[in-house]
Structure formats: structure tokens, C-alpha cells
């Protein structure tokens, strides 16, 4: 596809390369799925390394630097993360991509972002709160020597809470995605990316895998591997965000 020379990371996403457009719904794909959403991502990353590196980057400083003032990166980060989906997408549709890419949230869907990383930010402390207290409860009843099946109990509670932690930190992955391209409102699309996680447990596990693999690479060359891997993990969130995500 030839670049268009007007094009711009700020415009409204346009139709192409199956980006779903408008209303959409989570659909189940194949355990082999998890592995293509890497393998189709690292076809993205290939086609401009240097630029998607230097975008991470500055994700990275921006969410750093935010984070002097507490919580206020975790409020921006879905808007810097929509940014560069937003270029993911733009270079997807064989378009240039631009450092100014990774601003492209602020620009055109804010507000929502913004309100995506308040939900998020309140809804883990809440969890880890809650967390705490079923953790106090265990140790109480372990204290008072209460019996097994009410310690099981409490330590069950400590897990479902983890487990809903673990899931609101992986509907981040897609929220922003279906804010941008489908224009779904923040516990919209916070709901829909939790769908698509159950109904795609299998894939999302083998998926979750190989990112732990990658990471290992990241150990073994003492960090450096960090510059390939970071912003491939992100670009995987766009394909993966394209093959779950089909047009009602």
C-alpha cells in the first residue's frame, strides 16, 4: 500500500487492513492464535524497528516522569498506550509513522482514556483492599484456631481477589483499542476485554506464555533485550486486539 502523504497519527482511524470499525463482540480463536498474535507482530515490528523503539521510549519517559506524582501514570498510561496502537495501526495501513504518533490519544479520545485509567486505578485499590481483608480474615482464623474448612475458605476468598486483579490489569490490553477504533465507552470496553479473555482462556494463556519467554530473553542479555521486546509486546496488543475483535 502506498503511504499517504497527508495522512496524519492524528486522524480518525480509517477502515483497512480488517481493523474492525463500529460495534464489535469478542469471538473465540484457536490456542495457535496466542503464538500468531507474536509472530504477526513481530511482521509489524520488522517494517520500522527504529521508529516503534523510539516511540516506546518515549512512552516510557512519559509514564516515568508522570509517575513522580503518584497514580498519575497509571491515569495517563492508557492514553499514551492508545497513542501508539494508534500508529501500530497507522503503519499497519502502510503509512509513516511519527514520533508524534504516540500523542495521538490526547488529541482525539481524552477524555474516555483518561477515565479508562481512573476505573482502573480505583478498581485495583479497591481489589487490594479488599485482598488485605480477606488476608486478615485467614490469619484470624488460623490465630483463633478456627477450623480447616474456614481457613480454606479465607485463603479461596485471597485468590478470587488476585484472580480479579490479574483480570482488570489484562482488560487494560484492549480497552484503549476499543475506545479509539470502536468508540466504546471506558466500562464498555473494560467489559468486552474481559469477555474475550474467558472466552479465549486457552489462547490468552499461550499467548501469556510466550511474553514470559520473551521477558526470559530480557534477563539472559541483561536487560537489553528490553528495547525489542517492550515495544513488540505493545504491538502484540494490537494484533491480538484485531484477530478477538470482530464487527457485530
Not at 485482598?131 to 481457613?151: D, H
Not at 480479579?164 to 466500562?187: E, H, Y
Not at 520473551?214 to 517492550?230: E, N, R, S, W
Amino acid at each position: 500500500m502506498q503511504n499517504d502523504p497527508h495522512s496524519s497519527p492524528y486522524d480518525e482511524p480509517t477502515a483497512a487492513v480488517n481493523l474492525p470499525q463500529g460495534p464489535v463482540k469478542p469471538v473465540s480463536v484457536t490456542a495457535g492464535s496466542g503464538l500468531n498474535w507474536v509472530s504477526d507482530a513481530w511482521a509489524l515490528f520488522k517494517s520500522s524497528p527504529w521508529m516503534l523503539i523510539a516511540l516506546w521510549l518515549v512512552l516510557l519517559v512519559a509514564v516515568t516522569a508522570a509517575n513522580i506524582i503518584p497514580l498519575v501514570g497509571q491515569l495517563l498510561t492508557p492514553v499514551l498506550m492508545a497513542g501508539f496502537i494508534m500508529g501500530v495501526a497507522q503503519l499497519d495501513r502502510g503509512e509513516k509513522l511519527s514520533i508524534e504518533s504516540i500523542f495521538a490519544g490526547f488529541k482525539n479520545h481524552a477524555a474516555p482514556l483518561l477515565v479508562l485509567g481512573g476505573i482502573f486505578i480505583v478498581t485495583i485499590i479497591l481489589l487490594i483492599l479488599v485482598c488485605w481483608l480477606f488476608v486478615a480474615l485467614a490469619i484470624n482464623a488460623m490465630n483463633s484456631g478456627s477450623g480447616v474448612a474456614v481457613v480454606l475458605g479465607a485463603f479461596l476468598l485471597i485468590a478470587v481477589g488476585a484472580f480479579a486483579i490479574l483480570m482488570v490489569v489484562f482488560a487494560m490490553w484492549w480497552s484503549p483499542s476499543l475506545i479509539v477504533f470502536n468508540q466504546q465507552r471506558p466500562w464498555q470496553a473494560m467489559k468486552n476485554a474481559i469477555i474475550a479473555i474467558f472466552r479465549n482462556f486457552i489462547p490468552c494463556l499461550v499467548y501469556g506464555l510466550i511474553l514470559l519467554l520473551l521477558y526470559l530473553v530480557v534477563v539472559v542479555t541483561a536487560g537489553l533485550g528490553v528495547i525489542v521486546v517492550g515495544p513488540l509486546v505493545i504491538v502484540s496488543a494490537y494484533t491480538s486486539y484485531k484477530d478477538i475483535f470482530r464487527p457485530v
